[in-house]
C-alpha cells in the first residue's frame, strides 16, 4: 500500500478526518469562489452550519453546465499565479470544462495515482507504458505523475501507433500498459492481424491499468486472456481531478475511493435526493483538499453503488461498483465525451442541413464506432456524387477538429430516421455494456 | 435546348429504387433513359422522364428528396471512335463532363448521348460552333407529355 495509514484508517476516523476537510473546503469555495458565495446564499446555507457530515445535503450541487458557464477560469478559487496546469475536457470552444490546479492539487494528483498503481501490485521495479494521450485530457499526465511519483520507470510513449506501442512493450521490457480498454483489445487485435509472429507472453507486460471509457466483466476477461495480463479499472472525472478519483485492488470487485480527498455521496437523479448506503443512484463528488478548482457536490451523472465490505486487501476505504451507466445523454467514445447536443451543433452549422440526424455506437471488434446519419433534403442534394461526397467529408472534419472523433457520416433518405411520439430517437448505442 | 433531367436521392438497400419507380408508375410518368451513380451508402438516379415537372413534384411529395437540372442530348455518329472524337473534340474546348450516359434508341442512325457539363451554356455555345446536333426537349420527350 502507498499510503497504509490512510488506506487502512478506520471508518469512524475516516469520517471525523472528512467533516474537518470538509469544512475547509467548503469555506474555501465560499470565500474565493463568488459562484458558490451566491449559490449558497441563495440556499440560505453558510459555511458554518457544517456541524456534521449530514449537513451536507443542504448544500447546492455543481453541474457541468455551472463549468461551461464559468469558462475557462470562473470557478477557481486561487489567483491564476498559483496555477500551474489546467486540463480540459472536449467541448465545442466556450464549451469545454476547464479545471486549474495548483502545485499541491498536482501533488494530490499524483499521490492517488500513484496508491491506484500500488493497488494493482505495481512497485518502483515496474516499467510502464503510458499509452493515454497526453494533453488537456487527464489521462497522459495522470498517470505520468502517479507513476513517476511511484518511482517507477515511466514510458511516456502517448496514445496511438500500435505498432510502435508494441515495439517499445518488446525492447524497453515494458511491465505495465495504462490506456483505455478498448485501445487495449486493440493491440491485441494488431498483434493477431498483422503480427503473427509476436508472442505477447514472452513479454515482460503483466498488468493492465484501465480507464477513461466504461467496460465491462467480459470486457476484462477478453484482455486478460488475449494481452496476458492482469486487467485493473481506475475510475476518475477531470472535474474531480482525473484517473485516480478510486481503483480497484488485487480483489477486482469494486472500486476503493480515495475518501481522504473526495467526498461521495448518492443521490436519485431525479429528485436529488441523498440515498442510503448501498442503493444505486448517481454519484456526488466533493473534493476536500482541491485548491484550484474546489468542487462542491458535483453531480457527476454516473450511475454506480457505495457500500463497506471487509475487503480482503486490508483497504477500509469505501467502494464504488464499476460504471456503467449514466443519468444523462453523455456518451464516452474511445474516451472521449460527446453530447448529442455537440452533434447537433456540428451539423447545424452547415447550411441546408436539417436537425434530422441519428447516432449510433457500436463496439466493432474491439473499438468504438460511430456512425451519424443524417436526412438528405432538397437544400444540400445534387445530382453530382462529388457534391454530396464533399459534404459528408466537410462534416466528418467538423466533428474530428470539434469533438477531436472521427465519426462516419452517412447520408440517408428523408423519414428514414425513426420518430417516435414526434421525438428523434437520437442516440442508439449497440454496446453491451452492462 | 436544354433537356431536363430529374435526379433522386436513393438508399443503397433492397426496395428503395423499386419505392421511387413505383411513384412514377403511378402517376404515369415515362422514363425514357436513365443512370444511376452509386457509392456504399446511397446512389443517385438521374432520369429524363416524359414529364420533368410532374416528375419532380410527385416524387417531393412522396418525401424523396430530388432535383430538376438542365443537360444536353448531343447526338453523335453511331459508329466505332466517334464518341472519342467528341471527348476529343470537348476536352480541346476545355469542356469538363461531370457524367454522360446513353438514350437505347437511335435517331435517324445517330446515337443520342446525355452529357452534364459543368457549364452547360459554354458548352452549349461550343458544340453548336463546332456542328455538332444538340437535340432539342420535344424530339426526346415529345409533344405530349
Known sequence: MFNKEIETMPEKKMKELQLERLKWSVRHAYDNVPFYKKKFDEAGFHPDQLKSLDDMRRIPFLTKQDMRDHYPYGLFAVPLSKVVRVHASSGTTGNATVVGYTKNDIEVFSEVVARSLASYGVTEKDIIQVAYGYGLFTGGLGLHYGSEKLGALTVPISGGNTPRQLMLIKDFGTTVIACTPSYALNIADYIEKNMPDFKIEETRLRIGVFGAEPWTEAMRQEIEKRLKIDAYDIYGLSEVIGPGVSCECSEKSGLHVFEDHFYVEIIDPETGEVLPEGEKGEIVYTSLTKEAFPGIRYRSRDITRLYHDSCKCGRTLIKMEKVTGRSDDMLIIRGVNVFPSQVEAVLMEVPGIEPHYQIIVDRKGSMDDIEVMVEVNEKVFSDEIKVLNNLTKHITDRFRSILGISAKITLVEPQTIPRSEGKAVRVIDRRKLS | ?145
Open chain 2, 1 to 145: 435546348m436544354n433537356v431536363t433531367q430529374l435526379s433522386a436521392f436513393v438508399a443503397n438497400k433492397p426496395g428503395h429504387l423499386q419505392r421511387v419507380l413505383k411513384v412514377l408508375a403511378d402517376e404515369n410518368i415515362n422514363i425514357i433513359t436513365l443512370t444511376i451513380a452509386e457509392t456504399s451508402d446511397f446512389g443517385i438516379l438521374r432520369m429524363i422522364v416524359n414529364d420533368p415537372e410532374k416528375g419532380y413534384r410527385v416524387l417531393k411529395e412522396n418525401n424523396i428528396t430530388c432535383s430538376t437540372t438542365d443537360v444536353l442530348a448531343i447526338e453523335i455518329d453511331d459508329r466505332p471512335g466517334s464518341l472519342y472524337k467528341a471527348l476529343d473534340a470537348f476536352a480541346k474546348m476545355n469542356l469538363n463532363i461531370e457524367y454522360m450516359y446513353a438514350f437505347t434508341e437511335k435517331r435517324e442512325g445517330k446515337a443520342v448521348m446525355i452529357f452534364r457539363f459543368e457549364d452547360i451554356e459554354a458548352a452549349k455555345k461550343a458544340l453548336i460552333d463546332s456542328g455538332y446536333n444538340i437535340v432539342r426537349k420535344i424530339d426526346i420527350i415529345g409533344e405530349n407529355k
